[in-house]
């Protein structure tokens, strides 16, 4: 028999908002500031983990913390002068978030941001007051595709992992919350549908425009 589904943890970027292509700006701008000329493949295959796991890998010459953090934050600052006037949930969000809140489900968010983009994003958009849990890089050792984020955020809601589900737009997001032992649900964000066939998901969706959100987490695919 299958798991109830009791916690709902959600990733944020490219989860509660479509907005890697601003990170994506953001950081060629930062890189271009310091003469650090990348391709777009390269750009992605870098582009994973917490920022600070992501900053040594454009500036392997650097190894001082302090200044991978410097870094860092002045990166983070340019992405969100880019997105502040454009900032806006995925449809549906908000409606599907009530709609478990009112069913007793609790949430979490699990992010490889930092605070400062987390606390920016979910109060741009009112959203913190359905969070039980809130799990950035600065709680976590390693970021994804480890399973830390996860299963930090499915204990601080006092869930077993596979009481949760996870929603994921990365590939490195998804191999993270499945390492974690929960199920997943897909956003088709950054990655195309066939793109994310390739996991073992509860379902792929678009956006949160789900008629019936608790049916949805306990039903098939």
């Known amino acids: 028999m299958n798991t109830r589904i009791k916690g709902v943890i959600f990733d944020m970027d490219g989860t509660l ?45 650097i190894t001082d913390a302090a200044e991978i953090m410097r870094l860092g934050l002045e990166k983070e600052e340019i992405y969100r002068n880019l997105y502040r006037m454009e900032i806006r949930s995925l449809p549906g969000l908000e409606t599907f978030m009530q709609a478990l809140s009112d069913a007793g489900i609790l949430m979490g968010l699990a992010t490889a941001a930092d605070r400062g983009n987390i606390d920016f994003t979910i109060d741009a958009l009112g959203l913190r007051r359905y969070f039980h849990a809130i799990i950035g890089s600065e709680e976590v050792r390693y ?23 996870a929603f994921e737009d990365s590939t490195p997001g998804i191999r993270s919350a499945i390492a974690a032992g929960m199920k997943v649900t897909g956003l088709a964000t950054t990655h195309r549908r066939e793109e994310l066939d390739a996991f073992p998901l509860h379902a792929i969706i678009e956006n949160y425009v789900i008629s019936d959100p608790v049916g949805f987490l306990n039903g098939s695919s």
């Open 143 to 165: 970021g994804k595709p480890h399973p830390d984020v996860f299963l930090k955020a499915a204990a601080a809601l006092g869930k077993d992992p596979d009481e949760c589900m």
């Open 17 to 61: 908002v479509d907005n890697m292509h601003f990170h994506q700006q953001a950081w060629f701008t930062f890189l271009d500031k310091y003469g650090v000329i990348v391709s777009e493949a390269e750009y992605h295959e870098k582009n994973a983990g917490t920022i600070t796991e992501i900053i040594p890998k454009f500036f392997p010459d």
